[in-house]
């Protein structure tokens, strides 16, 4: 589907997309909707973030927030859904679009949101280790199952094994600000999510008021998995997102 052209009269649709990996992964995972976008006509840059603070991996967005040109579309998977929903605030930021993704409100961590409607992976006592240090990552003996269920078992194994080390805190740092309180969201709830449950997902987007979409069967990693429908949303709030 390629991107819509302009009406005369009205504002042109966003035609920069900036894409937010979540904790554990880099914004390699984002490549197959990339390629979709990229082929759609849209300008899409992503975010490599450090994973060492919140404020750390807000900053490295608003870095590139900075070199968008013109309105932009902003994409968080996961912890991503945090990241964006800080950052976006950013002036170049039109609409933000929840990944399977948490969206806090000011003064919230997900963390603490996240104990209301407990994960399949955050009942379990043997998931997420943590470092001498205070680094996170997912026991690589369960991530296939519990990130990434609807990926190739040697894809996902790999995965589970270049995990990117997340510091603890990034997940108990209260927000300071909610860009979807003010400005246009789309949520993507994925139906087998272990990682942040289906439930909580749903609450974050009905808060938020987000056009949401339920992708039934999808894993944590449904923007690797099913790249088409999460590329689809996307392409809907550039349309529909105006400055």
């Known amino acids: 589907m390629a991107a819509t052209p302009a009406s005369e009269s009205g504002p042109a649709p966003a035609k920069n997309i900036v894409l937010v990996h979540g904790a554990w992964v880099d914004g390699s995972g984002w490549k197959p909707v990339y390629d979709i976008l990229v082929k759609d006509g849209y300008h899409v840059s992503l975010v490599q973030e450090p994973l060492t603070s919140l404020a750390d991996d807000v900053a490295a967005t608003r870095r590139v927030l900075d070199l968008q040109q013109g309105p932009t579309i ?3 998977h996961s912890y991503g859904g945090s990241v964006i929903t800080e950052a976006g605030v950013h002036p170049n930021v039109v609409g933000l679009v929840y990944v399977a993704a948490h969206a806090p409100a000011v003064g919230e961590d997900e963390s603490a949101l996240g104990k209301r409607m407990p994960s399949y992976t955050s009942k379990q006592s043997d998931t997420i280790e943590k470092t001498a240090d205070g680094y996170t990552y997912l026991n690589p003996a369960v991530f296939p199952e519990d990130f990434a269920a609807d990926l190739p078992p040697a894809e996902a ?3 589970s094994h270049a ?5 603890a805190n990034v997940f108990s740092t209260p927000l300071t600000a909610a860009a979807w309180t003010y400005k246009p969201s789309w949520g993507i709830v994925a139906g087998d999510d272990k990682i942040i449950s289906p439930d909580l997902e749903r609450w974050y987007y009905e808060r938020a008021h987000s056009h949401t979409t ?6 944590h990693s449904v923007y690797e998995s099913r790249p088409r ?3 689809a949303v996307i392409e809907e709030a550039a349309r529909h997102a105006r400055p």
Do not use: N
């Open 229 to 231: 429908q999460v590329a």
């Open 163 to 167: 995990q990117m080390l997340t510091a």
């Open 74 to 76: 902003l994409v968080g």
């Open 214 to 219: 339920v992708i039934p069967g999808a894993s």
């Open 157 to 159: 194994k790999f995965e």
